[in-house]
C-alpha cells in the first residue's frame, strides 16, 4: 500500500522528521487560504498522486510541473486551479497518467544541498537497508548505473535496529558534519522508527535538503507498507485513497484474491502464486500474452471464484481464459461447480479452457463435461497453453 505525500508528512510530525508544514486542498480556493494559514512568502503546491517525478513531470492540458515554488495566496489558488482535475503524466505514471484530486501546500525552503536517503527491506541480505547519496533529485537507479561509487548502502541487524554509529558514518559520507551531523543523526533515528514502527517496506526521501540556513529537512516522501500488516496499522490503513490503485485490484483484495492486471488479452485464474507463475510463463511460450496473474488461494469457494471471473471479465482486453487448478487441499469437483456456477452467473462467451489436476478429479472433469457449457478441457500445463492460445488467436 502506498500513500499521499501530505499524509506522510503527518507521519513525519507523528515520529518527529523534520520536514516543511504544509496543508492539503482539494479546491483552489481551498489552496487560497492554506497558503494564507502558512502565512508566508515563499510556498510550494505539489500535486498529491502516487507516483514521483512530479517537478518534471506535464499535465494533459499542456501546463507543465507538478510541484511550482511560488509566493502569494493568490498563485496558490490559480496555480492549483490549473493542477486540480488535471492528468500529471510523469516518467512513473505510464503514458495514461494519473488523475490530480488533490494538491499540497506547504512552507518552501530555499534548498543548499539535495541528498537522496531511503531506508527498504533488503531481501539479499535479509535485513534493512538504508541507501544514501549526494546526488538527490535525481533518478536514483540512474546514480546506481552511472556513478555507484556516490552511494553508500548500510545495513541494520533486525534484531538490534539502527544504532549510532552507523547514522554517524552515514552522515559522514554525505559530508554532513558538525551541528548537521547532529541534526542527521535525529532525522535517521526518527525515520527509522518510523519505517519500523509503521511496517515500512520504503520509506524514501527525495530530496532530502539542507536549507541555506543550514537545517536538514525532508521535502518529499515516497511510502510503500508491507500489506501483510495492515491489520495491526490501522492509522496507515485509514490512509489508503483506493482511487489511486487498479480498480481490478481493489475489487480483487475484497474477496482475498491476489489479482495483477497486466496487458495482455488471456486471462488466467489459478490456485497458487507459484502455478500462476508457471501459467503465465507457458502461455508467453505458446504465443500468447497473460491479461493477468490471478491466484484464488488454496481453498477458494464458489464465490471467490465468480468475483474471480467478474474482474477477469472486467477486462475488455480479455477474448479467452485460462483455469488452471491444482486440486490438492481442493477437491477438483467442488472447483468444477464452481466454475459452472461463475460461468452461468456470468454468461460467460468467451472461450474457456480448463486444466484440472488432483484430488477428485475425474469427477471434476465428468461435472464439466455434462455442464453443456463450451468448457474445453486440457490434460495437462502444455495442452491448456496450446488450447487457449490457439482459441484466441485463432
Ligand atoms: P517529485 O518530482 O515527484 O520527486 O517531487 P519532489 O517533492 O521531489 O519535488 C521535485 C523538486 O522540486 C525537488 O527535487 C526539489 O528540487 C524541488 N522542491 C521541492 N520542494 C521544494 C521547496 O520547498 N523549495 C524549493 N525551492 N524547491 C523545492
Ligand atoms: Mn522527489
Not at 510530525?13 to 502558512?38: C, L, W
Not at 535525529?186 to 514502527?197: D, Q, R
Not at 497486466?262 to 489459478?270: H, K, S, T
Amino acid at each position: 500500500m502506498n500513500i499521499h505525500e501530505y499524509q506522510a508528512k503527518q507521519l513525519f510530525e507523528k515520529f518527529g522528521v523534520a520536514s516543511p508544514k504544509g496543508i492539503v486542498a482539494s479546491t483552489a480556493a481551498e489552496a487560497g487560504a492554506a497558503a494564507r494559514e502558512i502565512g508566508q512568502a515563499g510556498l510550494v503546491v505539489k500535486a498529491q498522486i502516487h507516483a514521483g517525478g512530479r517537478g518534471k513531470g506535464t499535465f494533459k492540458n499542456g501546463f507543465k510541473g507538478g510541484v511550482h515554488v511560488i509566493n502569494t495566496p493568490e498563485e496558490a489558488e490559480d496555480i492549483a486551479g490549473k493542477m486540480l482535475g488535471q492528468t500529471l503524466v510523469t516518467h512513473q505514471t505510464g503514458p495514461e497518467g494519473k488523475l490530480v484530486s488533490k494538491v499540497l501546500i506547504a512552507k518552501s525552503v530555499n534548498i543548499k544541498k539535495e541528498y537522496y536517503f531511503a531506508i527498504l527491506f533488503d531481501r539479499v541480505s535479509s535485513s534493512h537497508a538504508i541507501i544514501a547519496s549526494t546526488e538527490g533529485g535525481m533518478n536514483i537507479e540512474e546514480v546506481a548505473e552511472k556513478t555507484p561509487e556516490k552511494i553508500t548502502k548500510e545495513f541494520i541487524n533486525p534484531a538490534i535496529g539502527l544504532q549510532g554509529y552507523q547514522c554517524r558514518k552515514l552522515a559522514a559520507s554525505l559530508n554532513l558534519r558538525g551541528a548537521l551531523m547532529n541534526q542527521a543523526v535525529k532525522l535517521f533515528t526518527a525515520l527509522w522508527n518510523l519505517y519500523l514502527k509503521s511496517d515500512c517496506s520504503l520509506v524514501e526521501i527525495n530530496p532530502l535538503s539542507v536549507t541555506d540556513d543550514d537545517q536538514l529537512v525532508a521535502l518529499d516522501a515516497k511510502f510503500n507498507f508491507d500489506d501483510n500488516s495492515l491489520y495491526r496499522q490501522k492509522d496507515v490503513t485509514a490512509m489508503r485513497d483506493t482511487t489511486e490503485e487498479d480498480p481490478r485490484e481493489v475489487a480483487a483484495s475484497e474477496y482475498g484474491l491476489n489479482y495483477i492486471g497486466l496487458d495482455g488479452n488471456i486471462a488466467c485464474l489459478v490456485n497458487g502464486a507459484g502455478l500462476a507463475m508457471s501459467t503465465m510463463d507457458i502461455i508467453k511460450f505458446h504465443g500468447g500474452e497473460p491479461a493477468n496473474f490471478l491466484d484464488v488461494g488454496g481453498g477458494a469457494t464458489k464465490e471467490q471464484v465468480t468475483a474471480a471471473f467478474k474482474i477477469i471479465l472486467g477486462d475488455p482486453n480479455v477474448k479467452g481464459i485460462l483455469v488452471n487448478i491444482f486440486g490438492g487441499i481442493m477437491d477438483c469437483n467442488i472447483i468444477a461447480t464452481g466454475i459452472i456456477a461463475a460461468a452461468q452467473e456470468v454468461s460467460l462467451s468467451i472461450p474457456l479452457v480448463v486444466r484440472l489436476e488432483g484430488n477428485n478429479v475425474e469427477a471434476g472433469k465428468a461435472t464439466l463435461a455434462s455442464s453443456g457449457l463450451k468448457i474445453t478441457s486440457a490434460s495437462d500445463l502444455t495442452d491448456a497453453a496450446q488450447k487457449i492460445v490457439a482459441a484466441v488467436n485463432g
